[in-house]
């Protein structure tokens, strides 16, 4: 196969004009051409009036010789393609008297239980959360103003955080191995858009989002999986350095039960969120540090408006609602950014403890929803957290929460932009529709961060409005409080992804390894693949084949 990098054609190109230009570019008649396969796309906007596509295209060609062809062009463009075939390793020689258990149903999660089922280890998956389509019932009726479910809601869940997201798929980990592509094949397996495979910045949508984990589910339990829901791991049963169980409560009919699964291995993928695991843990003797992460708020702008100044229309047509990724170095020294941009998305409650709010983005496949919005954030580091304690950073996210919730009578508190900047309470929206999941009121943003990270925002929304015109626009919308962007906690672990206790795997965002749906995936695989290098399958699996 010959690869073609950096070919570029106008967005509103015909798959005539495609292959004609690859010809072109090998120098071959668009007959010699047997396939084109598009590797990569991305835009190119740097020219408002002429906006093209980006393509990395690997080519058959009809001539048997492509080294010779590629040699004869001498051409940077062109190269004999080269990727790497993800490979899951083969069995270890431990035995292994029980099936692996996972922690958690989040994308490190599921994608380990998927490997380990793929290749007959028969895994465990405990989910303190539902199902999906009953945690998409209990997350609307929550918006809506009914009660919050502490064990099942926008944090928790079959396909954790990320389910109520974007469901953004570009990451920036290097995958010498081949996880990546393995990663959005899976996805594309169970139901998601194969334009993944190849664009730029990639994305599946809320919607699409739970039919996929749900797909992935379905797979894991035909191959001999098991998974749990309203199982919430309590502690670890140990055995000097090792671990041997799993101990849960399990809630079933509304009542509870305690249980302990017996295990050897044990991956916790638990998700950035899960402040009481990260307690039992702590309080068991597992090793984990304090870590730097980011705080904020969310900004709403009309979509058009970032369209306009990002492809110089509004009508974006065949490009799609444009995104932005933006970043600042304030006066003070803190690190001031945009993150988990969500293109015609909503403003969602994404709480999951009583008497605290917080906020993430959301965007469904299509992205049809009038406004943008995403998080502005400033970096906050264990000096800033007020504790010695591994848990400081996690009391820091309570006490913002907490504030958000109490300024806004327990809904999304509000403000708009120029409201805040001038330190007064918004009496009204202005030209900026509001799209939020989850009940609001206007409210002083002000109460809920330190003066620092309000004063760093300040700056930060001021520069930006230099690079995307009406950024700082006084009606753009703040809601608080987002503070769940990564794990303020790193579980820590060694070079084979395994803990200071033996048979204990932290991977993934909550064990603070990943940032992001594909990041922590790839955690999981890898969680998975240390696993299989050691273990042989569990006996009851070896007894039944």
């Not at 005539?16 to 590797?39: C, F, M, N, S, W």
């Not at 409560?249 to 509870?256: L, S």
Request: aromatic share 8%; net charge neutral.
């Amino acid at each position: 196969m010959i690869r073609i990098t950096q070919l570029k054609l106008p967005i509103t190109h015909t798959q005539e004009q495609l292959y004609a230009k690859a010809a072109g570019i090998l120098k071959l008649p668009p007959d010699a051409l047997r396939a084109v396969t598009v590797v990569r796309r991305s835009i190119d906007a740097r020219k408002k009036e002429q906006i093209q596509f980006i393509y990395t295209l690997d080519v058959e060609v009809s001539e048997k010789s492509e080294s010779r062809i590629v040699k004869r062009l001498r051409n940077d463009q062109v190269s004999i393609a080269s990727d790497i075939v993800y490979r899951f390793p083969a069995p270890g020689e431990t035995g292994l008297a029980h099936p692996p258990v996972i922690v958690g149903s989040g994308p490190a999660g599921l994608f380990a239980g998927y490997m380990l089922a793929e290749a007959g280890y028969c895994p465990i998956i405990l989910e303190r959360g539902d199902r999906v389509d009953v945690r998409k019932q209990k997350v609307e009726r929550f918006w809506k103003g009914g009660e919050l479910d502490i064990r099942s809601n926008v944090q928790f869940g079959e396909g954790g955080a990320g389910t109520f997201s974007d469901g953004k798929l570009n990451t920036m980990v290097k995958d010498p191995v081949g996880r990546n592509r393995k990663v959005l094949e899976i996805f594309v397996r169970h139901g998601a858009d194969p334009k993944i495979l190849y664009d730029a910045k990639p994305h599946i949508g809320t919607d699409v989002l739970a039919c996929v984990v749900q797909s992935i589910r379905e797979h894991i339990l035909s191959l001999g999986g098991t998974v749990m829901f309203g199982t919430q791991m309590t502690g670890l049963a140990l055995k000097e350095d090792r671990v041997t169980g799993v101990k849960a409560e399990r809630w079933e009919d509304g009542k509870c039960t305690r249980i302990e699964i017996p295990a050897e291995a044990v991956i916790l993928a638990i998700g950035h969120s899960a402040r009481d695991t990260f307690s039992a843990l702590y309080q068991s003797g597992i090793p984990m540090q304090p870590k730097s992460f980011a705080v904020g708020l969310r900004i709403q702008h009309p979509q058009e408006m970032i369209d306009r100044s990002q492809y110089g229309t509004g009508d974006t047509g065949i490009l799609g609602p444009a995104s932005y990724k933006l970043t600042h170095q304030t006066s003070a020294g803190r690190g001031v950014y945009s993150f988990c941009m969500c293109p015609g998305g909503y403003v969602v409650n994404a709480s999951s403890e009583s008497g605290e709010v917080a906020v993430n983005g959301m965007s469904n496949h299509d992205r049809n929803g009038r406004n943008a919005n995403s998080a502005l954030i400033v970096t906050v580091t264990p000096e800033d957290f007020g504790g010695v304690s591994p848990l400081a950073g996690v009391e820091f996210q309570r006490r913002l929460e907490k504030a958000a919730f109490r300024v806004g009578n327990g809904r999304i508190p509000v403000q708009l932009y120029g409201d805040f900047k001038e330190n007064r309470i918004s009496r009204g929206w202005g030209d900026v529709t509001p799209e939020f999941k989850g009940l609001t009121e206007f409210a002083d943003l002000r109460e809920t961060l330190p003066e620092y990270i309000t004063a760093a925002l300040l700056e930060g929304v001021e520069r930006f409005g230099q690079k995307i015109g009406g950024f700082d626009r006084y009606d753009s919308i703040l809601a608080g409080v987002e503070s769940r962007t990564s794990s303020p906690v790193r579980i820590l672990r060694d070079e084979h992804m395994e803990s200071a206790v033996r048979g204990l795997f932290p991977c993934g965002e909550g064990a603070g390894y990943a940032g992001g749906i594909t990041s922590a995936a790839m955690d999981g695989m890898k969680a998975a693949e240390e696993i299989a290098r050691r273990y042989q399958l569990p006996a009851a699996k070896k007894a039944v084949s």
